[in-house]
Every structure is written in C-alpha cells, then in structure tokens.
C-alpha cells in the first residue's frame, strides 16, 4: 500500500513537473523579425562602429522596451499605439498610423505648419517650378544623418528615387503618386525633379516621402533599410521588438535644435518607447494606470467616458461619407439619393455616435478644392419621404432593398452609425438591409470591382476618406472620375474641370477644384457625414500641441 | 496530422479572403493586385494552389511571412517558449488550487465549503476571458498598481494576471471533476475498509487522490492544451507575445504562411501533450501499459 502510495504521488508529482519546466525559467522576448540578426546583417558591419553600433544595439530584453512611464526618466515618454509598423522603410512606413515613429527619425524635404498645415520647407529651404516639367529644391546646409554621412542633394535625389520607384511605390505612396520623376542633384544643396509631364503639387506630394540615408542603404542593404531607418529627425533609432515595441532616442546632433522654428518643433524628450498594445480597453488602461504618457487614436466612447479630462480630442482629417451605386435602377435616381442625404441627422451622428461637425465635402476645410458654397444637407426627413413618394409616383423601385455595407471595424462606432442610417432611411420609406463585410471581401468589392458593376448590387457604402495631401484633386482621380477605381459614378464634366484643375497650381487649381466639387455636390454620387474626430488619451504630466495634419511627432511634446 | 495539414490548415487558411487585397492600399489598380498576387504565388487553381502550400510544408519554414519577410516558423518558433511560460504558470495556479478546492469540498458534501466550491468553479467556467481580464486589469493595475496592464517581461507583475485570468476555466472544470472522482473513491468499499480499520484520515485521502487522478490528469492535459492553444484572446488583452496573439495578428495581416506555420504548430503542441498524458496514466495505474 505504502508503495503504491509513493508511485501515485510521483505521477502527480510528474504533472506540476511539466508546469515547473514550462513555468520556471520565464523566457526572453520572442525574437521576431525586427530583432533577428542571425545573420549579423542588422546590426553588424557598421562602417561608423562607434556610432552605428550603439544606436543599433539588438532589443534583447523586453524589460528594457516595457520600461513605463512610472519608471521612466523624466525626459523619457512611453506612447502606446495601436498597429505594429508593417516595415520601417521610408516609403511604406510614412502613413498615418503605421509612421508614428518613423516620422520622428526622417524628415521630408517639405514640412506642414502646425496650425495652419500649410506645406513649408523643412529640409527644402526654398523650391520653384523652373520650367512645366522641373521643379527644384534648395536644399538645407550643414546636415548629417543619424549615421554620420551627409545630408544633400545627392542622398536627397537617392531617396526620392528609391521612394517612387516603381518597386516600392505599391505602398501607401501609391494613393499619393503623381507623373513618373526622376530627381537629380544640380550641385551639392541644389537639387531638380524632372518629371514626365507638369505635377502642380509635386512639392506637396514630397512631404509624404521622408529622405533616408544613402550610404546606410548602399552598404547596409535593403533587409538593415526596412529595420533600422536612419534620417536626419530629431530622433534615432534604437530597437525594434516586432509586434512589441520600438524604441528612439534623441538625436543630439539634430540640427532643429539650433533653429527650433525651422524645425517645426522643439525636441526635449530624451528616449521614446513605442508599445504595441492592439486591444483599445488595453491602451486606455495603461494611460489610467500610469503606464504610458500617450495612448494614440482611441476610440472616442472610451477615451471621452474612461478617460475624461485625460482624453485629447485633436484635429482630424477622417470624413465617414457615403458611397453610392449610382448604377443600380433605384439609386440612379437622383431623387432616392437627395432623400437619402437629408433623411440622415449628421447633428445627432456627430452628437452621439461618432464625435465630429457634420462634413461638407469628403475634404476637409482648407483643403485645396474645398468649397464653402456647398451646402451641407440639412436633416429633413419630411422632404426626404415627399422626395420618396415622388421617386415612386414615377415608377421609381422605391420597393427595392437598398444594401448598407460597411467594412468590419473600419473606424471604431461604424456599426452602430450605419444602423443609426438604416433605421433614418427606413423611416422616410426605404428599404435597407445592413451588413458587416469582411475586410478582404469589402475591399475587392470596393476597389475597383469587375467593371462593369452589376446594376442590381445596389451597394450603399459607409466608409472613411483621408485626403492627406489636402488637395481635391487626388480624391477627384481616385473616388470620382469615371476612370477612378472606387467610383461608381460618371460625370464628364466633373472629369473635365478637374483633369483641367490637375495641370493648374494655385487660385486657379482651387476655383476649378470648388466647381468640380459643386458638380459632384448637386448629382450626389457621395454623401458626406461628419468630419470624425481624433481622440488620444494623454497623461497630466505630458504637453502636446497637435497638429492640423494629424501627425505625432515628438517635436510638439514635452514632459 | 495529415488531416491537419491537409484540410484545416490549406482550407481554412484560404477562407479568410484575398490577403493581396489587404496589403496593397485602396487606390491599387486590379492590375497591381494581380501582379503581387502573382508573386507570392497566390494565384492559379485550386490545386497549383495546394501544390505550392506542400511545398512550403515540406520545406520546414513554411515559406516567408508576408507580414514580416522572415521564415514563419521561425516566427512561431520564437513565441512558443512565451506561450509556454504563460501557459506553465497558468497550469502551476489552476491544478493545485483546483485538486485542493475539489478534494476539499468532496472531504465535507453538501457543507458550505462544498456549496462555495460548486459556485466558484461554475463562475470559472462561465466567466468570459476578455471580461474577466479586463476587470483584473481594472482591479489591480489601475486600482491598486500592483501589476502591469500588459506586455511581457521578467517578475510576477506581468505574468500574474494573463495567468489568472487564463486559469479561471481551469479551476472551476478540475475543482469539479476532482470532486465527483473523490466522492465516488470515498465511497468505495477500500475506503470504508480503511476506516474501519483505523487508518487515519490524511492517508485515506492521499489513496483516494491517488485512484481519482486519472480522470483529473486526462482533464488537466486537456487543460493545458486549451491554455497552450486557446490563449489569443487573454494575450491580446494582455498584450502578451505568445503564439495566440501572434496567430490572430497573421489572420489581421492576412499572412497565409504565417497562418499555417502557426496552426501547425498548435497541431503538433496538442498531439504531443496527449501524448505525455497517455504515457502518464502507465505511472498512476500500472495496470495500464502500452506494448
């Protein structure tokens, strides 16, 4: 009995073993991508051993990363967001939400006021269109990147051209992609892009493309680019624990530090750690929590109720609109689609749901094309149901479902916002059915679809535009024109003032852009909604000046 | 596994739509998504298709991941030992605590303790993960700051609440099974002999656990395999970098490869502790034996 006994005990004993051998010795960090360096290309062969070697140290140990903002210095910020950058490359990582650290590293040659986002030099100290096709930039003096080599108009014309070539402009630049260029430096600060034919807003389009090192890319190669960016920003890289964290440090050498307001910002934070933290409740809890100094892009119910006084609500660019299959027997009606803009309470929307005034245009104000004079459709729905029944009167398939779609979770709240719209449109006599569509699904299905789109789709489309480059025009080529692969309306002469507009820079570009823009307005291909607002959860003891572009830089906190 | 490699992984791997569609940005001409649909090798019929996932399988990495250009399993490879550590501390908290809690209660039937014990492990297998860790999180990281949000790292503070929360199921499913299985040792005619004779209670206990731990040895290697593989949502909460979160950011990213890589592995962790539980029943029970 005795031994039988002893044999018993050592089996559970064997269990809690297997929990012992798994649970004993906690394991260092998962060693991702971003840390790989088994091949040594990552971190080794530094022509700058001194320097490049530690900045370029390996994440080993997430307890250095997870450093909080309790432990932290006073001049070192912990921000947590969202999404994990897909690459750190200059021209993928450049967007709104996967650039947040990179555009802290590398600058562009062309900057945006704070207040007003108006596009002003930041490396470019000056720029001019010599001719239809060239435009040329006068470069900033004196400038070294993070790894010692120099910054002008040669490494400038590199990065441009690595950037929007035709390898790598399948990233976001894609949406932002104007004539072939190729950029050729003139002399040492003095560089031309030569174009294909005119771009107007070339130099607009450059403040998306952050200028990165050449010798860094020539002898480090492309896997060391993607992973450890070098720049000229007021930050350098440190390391990058993918899907965790990512850490920075300030760049002593920053030239802004000497002229502040050509920098566009002063950079006092001394170390920046970025988490990765992809559950909402999970960034809200590490602001209340004293984790973090910034939780970035909330969602607006959790940051204004969980957070309070700590919740940021800053500039934004987002306009939830509504994209109609004017194609479809019911909807090609333009009576159904005015009923359907005034049966919508973008007041009781932006109130209740997502926080935002009600949008005009799919642009947002001072954006080149933004046209005041557009009315934004007033909450009518006793108009909406005459215009029904006249629909109707007319033989219009008014018995029709009309079929809501959204992306599933798109922006946080759209679910509810497209039921809030289903229940408006049904109350003015409306048939409409509402579906969450998988991301994958949604996408092949809004983007350029098989042309041409089955009329009896009849799909109704809640979506979010960001026009980053605050210019009609390229929301005119990609959403609108007849050509254009998320349009589902054609109007020849929307085409026409805005192909016109396209070659055209200044007054001339916007009045044209404004006409266009009341074209689209009268046949509503578009229904805009609210101008959706941005909300970050933001610690006491972290001052922030945001910014019209909605950009995150460093360079507008201190502690 | 065959099965698994064949039907669940190349299936429903290519049910979670076009990954091309998700990685080239909205304004991407179809010409642009054909081309780099093309060059991940994503098009052709049904079978090319399935030809070329054989390929990745028998090359052992299971092709790079499209999310982050490495092979995949090295990436599933890399978060497996911090599943494990979550995984081993959960099972260190639930078995124990879970063996006690239902020994306990069977010890003294229909007592308040046996009444708690039942409540208490019903509320852990009806609690909801995500709930339940979110209100830890509330409760000691935000209330009392004892612990961290979330994130991974060395001590205690950020691995006691994904485990807890992890364990609640755990718990309440052992407690209950250990119960049963002890009364029914407890009313066996070795025990009432035992007693009878006069042997003292504590011993009478261990020859009892002793007998009613098969049951709860093939329910704890069912248990650690549900907290091995059915982590995502506690290490998305938590942020934890383990195998489950990184299986749900591959499904976000549409990473085929990286999807396979993982379900694979998975595949493989459940098969092996079946195993280990299979092997351990010839130590409780010599009667058992696999020739």
């Known amino acids: ?559 | 596994m065959l099965a698994v490699v064949l039907v669940v992984i190349f299936v429903i791997s290519n049910l979670i739509g076009d990954p091309v569609a998700l990685m080239l940005p909205t304004e991407a001409t179809a010409a642009q998504r054909e081309e780099l649909a093309e060059s991940l090798g994503l098009t052709g019929s049904w079978w090319d298709r399935l030809g070329a996932y054989l390929e990745r399988v028998a090359s052992g990495t299971f092709g790079q991941s499209l999310w982050q250009d490495v092979p995949a399993m090295q990436l599933v490879l890399g978060r497996l030992p911090v599943t494990f550590y979550l995984a081993g501390v959960a099972f260190l908290i639930s078995v124990p605590t879970a063996v006690l809690m239902g020994s306990i209660a069977a010890f003294k039937p229909r007592s308040l303790i046996d009444r708690f014990v039942n409540v208490s492990s019903l509320g852990g297998v009806s609690t909801v993960d995500f709930w339940a860790g979110l209100m830890l999180i509330m409760i000691f990281s935000v209330g009392l700051g004892w612990t961290r949000t979330g994130g991974f790292g060395p001590g205690l503070a950020y691995v006691i609440l994904p485990a807890l929360t992890l364990s609640f199921r755990a718990i309440g499913r052992i407690a209950q099974l250990t119960r049963s299985a002890m009364l029914d040792e407890y009313s066996k005619p070795y025990v009432r002999m035992a007693r009878a004779k006069g042997m003292p209670e504590h011993r009478i206990f261990f020859h009892a656990l002793k007998n009613a731990a098969i049951p709860v040895v093939t329910l704890s290697g069912d248990e650690f395999n549900h907290l091995l593989n059915g982590a995502i949502v506690v290490e998305v909460v938590f942020a934890w970098p383990g195998i489950g979160l990184l299986l749900l950011q591959a499904i976000e990213r549409r990473d085929l490869f990286l999807i396979e890589a993982t379900i694979a592995v998975i595949a493989v962790l459940a098969i092996v502790v079946n195993l280990i539980v299979d092997l351990l029943y010839t130590s409780l029970n010599p009667k058992i034996s696999y020739r």
């Open chain 1, 1 to 559: 009995m005795r031994a039988r006994s002893r044999n018993g005990t050592r089996s559970v004993g064997a269990v809690a073993a297997l929990a012992l051998l798994a649970g004993a010795c906690a394991p260092d960090a998962p060693d991702d991508a971003g840390a790989d360096d088994d091949d040594g290309d990552v971190v080794a062969d530094a022509e700058d051993p001194d320097d490049a070697d530690d900045d370029t140290e390996e994440p080993d140990e997430v307890d250095d990363a997870e450093e909080t903002a309790e432990a932290a210095g006073d001049d070192e910020i912990v921000v947590v967001t969202a999404e994990d950058p897909p690459t750190l490359e200059a021209p993928y990582g450049y967007s709104a939400t996967t650039g947040v650290v990179l555009r802290n590293i590398q600058e562009p040659l062309v900057g945006r006021d704070r207040e007003s986002g108006e596009f002003v030099g930041l490396l470019a100290t000056d720029w001019e269109a010599v001719d239809d096709t060239t435009w040329r930039f006068e470069l900033r003096e004196g400038i070294d990147f993070h790894d010692g080599s120099p910054f002008n108009a040669e490494a400038a014309a590199h990065a441009l051209n690595i950037s929007w070539s035709e390898d790598f402009v399948d990233g976001p630049l894609l949406g932002f992609k104007g004539p072939d260029f190729e950029a050729v430096a003139v002399d040492e600060y003095t560089l031309d892009v030569e174009l294909e034919s005119p771009d107007p807003i070339l130099p607009n389009r450059l403040w998306m493309s952050p200028i990165f090192s050449q010798e860094h890319f020539e002898q480090e190669g492309e896997d060391a680019w993607r992973e450890e960016p070098i720049g000229t920003g007021p930050y350098e890289f440190v390391s990058w624990d993918r899907g965790q964290s990512i850490e920075i440090e300030l760049n002593d050498d920053w030239w802004g530090h000497d002229d502040p307001e050509a920098a566009g910002g002063e950079a006092t934070i001394e170390r920046a750690t970025y988490l990765i933290r992809g559950d909402q409740q999970s960034r809200v809890a590490a602001v209340q929590a004293g984790e973090a100094h910034l939780a970035e892009r909330l969602p607006a119910d959790q940051c204004l109720n969980d957070l309070g006084d700590a919740c940021l609500d800053a500039p934004n660019i987002d306009i939830a609109h509504i994209r109609i299959d004017t194609m479809n027997p019911l909807l090609s009606d333009i009576r159904i689609r005015e009923a359907m803009a005034v049966a919508i309470d973008r007041e009781a929307i932006g109130d209740e749901l997502l926080p935002g005034p009600p949008a005009r245009m799919l642009v947002p104000d001072g954006a080149t094309g933004y046209n005041e004079d557009i009315p934004i459709f007033d909450f009518d729905p006793d108009r909406a149901r005459e215009l029904v029944e006249e629909a109707e009167a007319d033989g219009a398939p008014v018995d029709q479902t009309i079929n809501l779609r959204v992306e599933r979770e798109k922006f946080p709240g759209i679910n509810e916002v497209a039921q809030a719209i289903q229940a408006m449109w049904q109350d003015v006599g409306l048939t409409v059915d509402f579906e969450v569509v998988d991301s994958a699904l949604f996408l092949e299905e809004l983007i350029d679809p098989p042309r041409p789109i089955d009329e009896d789709r009849g799909w109704v489309v809640l979506h979010q535009h960001s026009n980053r480059l605050a210019d009609f025009h390229g929301t005119a080529t990609s959403w609108y024109q007849c050509e254009a692969p998320i349009s589902t309306w054609c109007d020849e002469e929307f085409d026409a003032l805005t192909d016109e507009a396209g070659g055209l820079t200044g007054d001339e570009r916007h009045e044209l852009l404004a006409e266009a823009a009341m074209v689209a307005h009268e046949d509503i291909p578009f229904i805009p909604v609210v101008e959706m607002g941005l909300f970050h959860g933001v610690s006491d003891d972290l001052d922030w000046e945001t910014r019209a572009d909605t950009n995150v830089y460093l360079k507008d906190m201190s502690l």
